[in-house]
């Protein structure tokens, strides 16, 4: 698959080459090994015929990834003796690498989030040009690299923002408001202007109720213990605030649901400026220094405001909250949310005296649990206490409202006795009878259509092995044991349908409905479900013409490696190609190891291995069939790289010219096709 997805890749390679002319020395500077290739050696010569030698991909100290490049193998044995540890350093990249076993074809190298920009934080001017402080995606604020304009240049909404937020006019200086409630004004569209999405009536409900408590100061509890939003009418709460020129904001949850607020501001609200305070203490010191307050830098003849805050909003968690609370003590916040507000029990006395330092005018509590009469006066007391001023507190539970046999049920329950927590799970049980919600929970628990994190990465990890096949999901079955037919059914058709709808101009973390997209590459996807679908006709040809070559002429003699070799022929290309339709993509050892082919004694003889040393007499001795996957993995590329050629020369001799590439187009249409009578 890499020679078709790196045809298929829009972003160039700006991977640097070594050149054999450089000296040795810079290696002294060499911060990691991240790979090992046979690549072509560069010359300025030009040479007959290239020369492949081992090379690693190396990171270098003080550079990011965009920097790293590819040092030829000789060029480290010239170190070895100068440079201490770094043999050392080699024989431990090999070891890693032996020990990733059938993983080491899914290895990444350097990930694509790893060169993509995420934030872009400070700036300075050096020898007459600029440079940027960047922080990429999947890295934390520990890894922050100055680059050049001209490194950063694709990512100009970046730029853009990072202008905006530092010199431009995004805001004025945030106000105070005398709030009261005749000045209260409720909001009555499901799409108001200061979120990007629609709401349900249902959060529209818990907005103006969270609008009303703000505007009489008061400290509130919303409770939701069937998670229906909490999450979305809080941030709509603070956007709509937003908008009326108040911030700054501190939001408190647990580490595993931070994430999750992320991608719910990046979604509901990204006009604001979420700042996720955490990780190690040097990650938390870069963001002290460069996303609180507002440099005093001059850009385009603008000078910075110092000792204003920048951000609008800060995510952290109740350990860093702990840790620092000196840090966040200093700032006066409008509001403060408090995910998971029952840890403010005596179970956790900590997160309840760190936030009592604080100065805040407005606290809300979220919660998931059914509030008890118990629960509800403890809280409304620590929400006083909370509070710098004396003031009226009061305390609401809004839950979802029961049908009328539920309320019945409900009533005759009071008389018996304190019996909430069953009312809880029968209402639970009287949801899943309907139609299943879209998205349930959150962080670790975070359903889409009933699928939890692992089984929409099973779902995702068999389309990448068997592709669609003919969407009647067979293949889903086995490694879905514990989901019905239907509801494999139902979430295969929504993730198909997110992938022809998704155009990643924007890159957003989510779906438009707010669905998760981690793990999920579209192009890669489309290109797999598109070749295992190309693949499945081969089978087809080869079933009821077995005589008939698998390619044309003309597509044999663009691909050299097509025409018969010695050991290897068009009818063992045959083998492979029926042998990856059983097995899917990827299973190369099961293949090897499949006595239905044989291929393993046409693979020996191909490679003029004996087929006794397949025979593993030392229990830690590494699996010599890996050798053989690792040729039929490069020969399914060919076969790959061949059916894409065909594919692509059919698609355009019928006139047919768009943005897409031809393969990500066919699958497209096949699928809307498809999705429409499913």
């Not at 700042?275 to 005093?296: D, K, M, N, W």
């Amino acid at each position: 698959m890499a020679g078709l997805v790196g045809r298929l890749s829009a972003r160039p390679d700006r991977t640097p080459v070594y050149t054999p002319d450089e000296a040795v020395g810079p290696l002294i500077a060499m911060e990691k090994i991240l790979d090992s290739q046979m690549r072509p050696m560069a010359s300025n010569r030009p040479v007959p015929k290239q020369v492949f030698v081992n090379q690693y991909l190396v990171k270098w100290k003080g550079f990011s990834y965009l920097h790293c490049s590819w040092v030829p193998e000789h060029e480290f044995e010239k170190a070895y003796k100068s440079l201490r540890g770094l043999e050392t350093m080699v024989n431990q990249f090999h070891s890693t690498m032996e020990s990733l076993g059938n993983k080491v074809y899914d290895f990444v190298a350097i990930p694509p989030e790893w060169t993509t920009v995420d934030r872009i934080i400070s700036f300075r001017e050096e020898d007459g040009q600029r440079k940027y402080l960047v922080k990429f995606k999947g890295l934390s604020y520990a890894e922050c690299y100055w680059e050049s304009e001209s490194d950063i240049s694709t990512f100009q909404n970046e730029l853009r923002r990072f202008i905006d937020i530092n010199f431009g006019n995004r805001r004025g200086i945030y106000v105070d408001h005398e709030r009261n409630h005749e000045g209260f004004k409720q909001i009555t569209s499901l799409t108001p202007e200061f979120i990007t999405g629609s709401l349900q009536p249902y959060h529209l409900e818990g907005l103006n109720f969270l609008r009303s408590a703000w505007s009489n100061r008061t400290h509130v509890v919303l409770a939701d213990n069937m998670w229906l939003g909490t999450r979305i009418q809080s941030i709509a709460f603070l956007a709509s605030l937003f908008a009326e020129n108040v911030a700054p904001f501190l939001v408190v949850a647990p580490s595993s649901t931070l994430r999750n607020w992320e991608i719910g501001f990046a979604t509901w609200a990204p006009q604001m400026n979420v700042v996720v305070y955490g990780g190690t203490s040097q990650a938390r010191t870069v963001i002290v220094q460069h996303e609180f307050y507002l440099s005093r830098g001059r850009m385009n003849g603008v000078r910075g405001e110092t000792n204003r805050i920048k951000f609008d909003v800060i995510l952290t968690s109740y350990e860093i909250l702990d840790v620092d609370t000196a840090v966040l003590k200093p700032i006066n916040w409008k509001c403060t949310i408090v995910d998971d507000g029952h840890r403010l029990e005596n179970e956790n006395p900590k997160l309840f005296y760190s936030l009592k330092q604080f100065t805040c005018e407005n606290h809300v509590l979220l919660t998931g649990r059914p509030l008890r009469v118990v629960n509800s006066e403890q809280q409304a007391e620590q929400l006083s206490a909370l509070g710098k001023r004396k003031r009226n507190q009061q305390i609401v539970e809004k839950e979802s409202e029961p049908t009328d046999g539920e309320a019945a049920r409900q009533g005759n329950k009071k008389t018996r006795g304190p019996c909430r927590r069953r009312t809880y799970h029968r209402r639970r049980t009287h949801l899943c009878s309907g139609p299943r919600p879209l998205i349930e929970g959150q962080g670790k628990s975070l359903r889409v259509l009933g699928f939890r994190k692992s089984q929409r990465k099973t779902f995702l990890d068999t389309l990448m092995r068997y592709g669609v096949g003919n969407y009647d999901w067979k293949e889903f079955v086995y490694p879905l044991m514990w989901k019905t037919y239907d509801e494999i059914n139902n979430y295969g058709k929504l993730f198909l349908e997110h992938i022809i709808k998704d155009t990643q101009d924007t890159n957003p973390p989510t779906f438009s409905d707010m669905a998760p997209k981690i793990g999920l590459t579209r192009d890669k996807v489309l290109a797999r479900i598109t070749v295992m679908m190309l693949l499945q006709e081969k089978v087809k040809l080869i079933e009821n013409h077995p005589s008939k070559a698998v390619f044309p002429d003309h597509i044999i003699g663009r691909f050299a490696a097509l025409k018969n070799e010695k050991n290897w022929n068009k009818e063992h290309d045959k083998l492979l190609l029926r042998a990856v339709s059983k097995h899917g993509f990827g299973k190369w050892i099961d293949i090897v190891k499949d006595k239905e082919f044989e291929l393993e004694q046409l693979i020996c003889k191909a490679l003029k291995v004996p087929v006794e040393n397949l025979i593993r007499t030392d229990p830690d001795q590494k699996d010599p069939h890996r050798q053989l996957a690792d040729y039929l993995r490069k020969r399914f590329e060919i076969l790959e790289n061949a059916m894409s050629d065909e594919c692509a020369e059919t698609y355009y001799r019928n006139g047919i010219r768009t943005d897409e590439h031809p393969l990500l187009d066919i699958a497209i249409a096949d699928i809307r096709r498809r999705v429409s009578v499913m």
